[in-house]
């Protein structure tokens, strides 16, 4: 299992958007397993829906492509400036509600690599329970891309 720490390491997202809250386990460029505990004070359920929180698919989406992006990365390769960014959505299916109070057991297996993009297969679920599946295309690219106007992508120019 690999602590939050770890996690802040491996992943550039940082609240509100990173969905993973411990690995369960990993096996770079194979296979990765990791956890989010769903909150009810997450920001997107005061309007998602009120009176009946749901987590949204899209949201659900994101976690399960962090998950893949742990399995297509090692942690050498985040330390050297590339991360994984979700390229393509072959395929995804939602197959039933997420909400607060859930723990989403995020899984992700690596099909193909092929240079700087890799397929994953995908699946979240709620105990035996899936919830949403697909397939996904991930790229390798650099932690700050050139910004399209100008400067290093820092916010220069």
């Known amino acids: ?14 609240f509100p958007f990173r969905m993973i809250d411990r690995i369960l386990e990993i096996e770079p460029g194979k296979k990765a397993i990791a956890l989010k505990n769903v909150s009810v004070d997450e920001p997107h359920f005061s309007g998602h ?3 009946d929180p749901v987590m949204p698919g899209i949201l659900i989406l994101e976690a399960l492509a962090q998950t893949g992006g742990l399995a297509f990365h090692s942690q050498e390769e985040t330390e050297g400036g590339e991360i994984p960014f979700l390229a393509r ?4 299916r939602l197959k039933g509600k997420v909400i607060p109070g ?18 994953v297969r995908v699946q979240a679920r709620i105990g035996d329970e899936p919830v949403a599946e697909g397939t996904l295309i991930l790229a390798k690219g650099p932690l ?6 100008g400067g290093e992508g820092k916010g220069e120019g």
């Open 144 to 149: 700050t891309p050139p910004s399209p106007l």
């Open 1 to 14: 299992m690999i602590d939050l720490e770890e996690i802040l390491q491996r992943l550039p997202h940082r």
């Open 89 to 92: 959505i072959e395929e995804f």
């Open 49 to 51: 829906f009120p009176g």
């Open 102 to 119: 859930d723990q989403l057991i995020l899984e992700a297996e690596v099909l193909r690599i092929f240079s700087s993009l890799a397929m």
